[in-house]
């Protein structure tokens, strides 16, 4: 059974940092890609970034230049590196593995920025 747990998510300041991580079980880490999107109270959930199996990356134009996803193929963790922290990107994140039906999501973790 697919698993994934998110962590690291908190309060800070405007212009802060955070760094998530995401630990994934249950399937061949190595060859799947990952996401992490976003989901803001009253606001549909958005993606944010995902990572390839290849470690090519791509990134939402609201958080490109700021955040930075990365994984470890020998741990099986997915992170997203988030600096310059605006209150707008105040939100529960989610890590995701694209696949049939939805893919598998974490439960999320929250994120509050304050100015």
């Known amino acids: 059974q697919v698993r994934l747990v998110e962590s690291g998510g908190g309060s800070v300041q405007a212009g802060g940092s955070l760094r998530l991580s995401c630990k994934v079980s249950?399937?061949?880490?190595?060859?799947?890609?990952f996401a992490w999107h976003r989901q803001a109270p009253g606001n549909q959930r958005e993606w944010v970034a995902n990572?390839?199996?290849?470690?090519?990356?791509n990134y939402a134009d609201s958080v490109k230049g700021r955040f930075a996803i990365s994984r470890d193929n020998v741990r099986s963790w997915v992170y997203l590196q988030m600096n310059n922290l605006r209150p707008e990107d105040t939100a529960v994140y989610y890590c995701?593995?694209?696949?049939?039906?939805?893919?598998?999501w974490g439960r999320g973790t929250q994120v509050t920025v304050s100015s």
């Open positions: 995701h593995r694209p696949g049939p039906q939805g893919g598998s």
């Open positions: 249950g399937i061949a880490f190595r060859v799947n890609t």
């Open positions: 990572i390839t199996s290849g470690s090519s990356t």
